[in-house]
């Protein structure tokens, strides 16, 4: 058994709906779980933490400042355990950018810190334009106008695919 510490970084909160799918499957193997917002990860008791996962979402082309400081800040401990990082983005909703390799965000990010997670992975995020304030609202939809993405104004379209949420949490157990 395994104290895994999942820490994540959300704005409308689809990344903490992608932790308890996580949760679950790593509790199913007996691991014992703790999940901690980004926010609150800085004083994190890492005698408590064997192994740890970190997730971001990307706003306007990158993740919350908070992530890039939470790993230089703690970057021996997360070299010294099996660590994972994912990243939420709707560009990972076309084929070829939902890989590692091929997602443009998460390799411009990994370029950027000295981290090396024991895995990776990118998960498409959700489209609610009801939480949306405005000029948010019209950002995104002339983004998804423009990449052929849902444009109703009230739409709310979950592009995660849950079975790869999953097989990242079974790596996630194995590392
Ligand atoms: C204001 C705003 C900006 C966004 N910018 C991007 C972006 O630049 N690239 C992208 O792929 N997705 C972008 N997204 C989509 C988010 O990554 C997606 O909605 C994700 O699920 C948000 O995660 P969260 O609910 O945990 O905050 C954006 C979403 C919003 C609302």
Redesign the pocket.
């Known amino acids: 058994m395994s104290r895994i510490c999942i820490v994540y970084s959300?704005?409308?909160?689809?990344?903490?709906e992608i932790c308890p799918r996580i949760q679950q499957v790593l509790e199913h193997e007996a691991h014992w779980i703790e999940l901690m917002a980004i926010e609150q990860a800085s004083g994190i008791d890492w005698t408590r933490c064997d192994k740890i996962v970190i997730g971001a979402?990307?706003?306007?082309?990158k993740h919350h400042p908070d992530v890039r400081a939470f790993i230089d800040r703690h970057l021996e401990r997360l070299q010294q355990r099996p660590s994972a990082f994912f990243s939420?983005?709707?560009?990972?909703r076309k084929p070829g950018k939902d890989t590692v390799a091929g997602n443009p965000?998460l390799q411009k990010f990994l370029k950027t810190i000295l981290w090396k997670p024991t895995e990776l992975a990118v998960f498409a995020?959700?489209?609610d334009y009801r939480r949306?304030g405005m000029v948010?609202r019209l950002?995104?939809r002339f983004i998804m106008w423009l990449t052929k993405g849902p444009t109703q104004p009230d739409a709310c379209v979950d592009f995660t695919d849950w079975q790869a949420v999953a097989d990242f949490a079974g790596r996630v157990a194995r590392m």
């Open positions: 959300t704005t409308d909160g689809h990344t903490l979402r990307i706003r306007y082309g939420v983005n709707v560009v990972a965000y995020g959700k489209i949306y948010d950002m995104i």
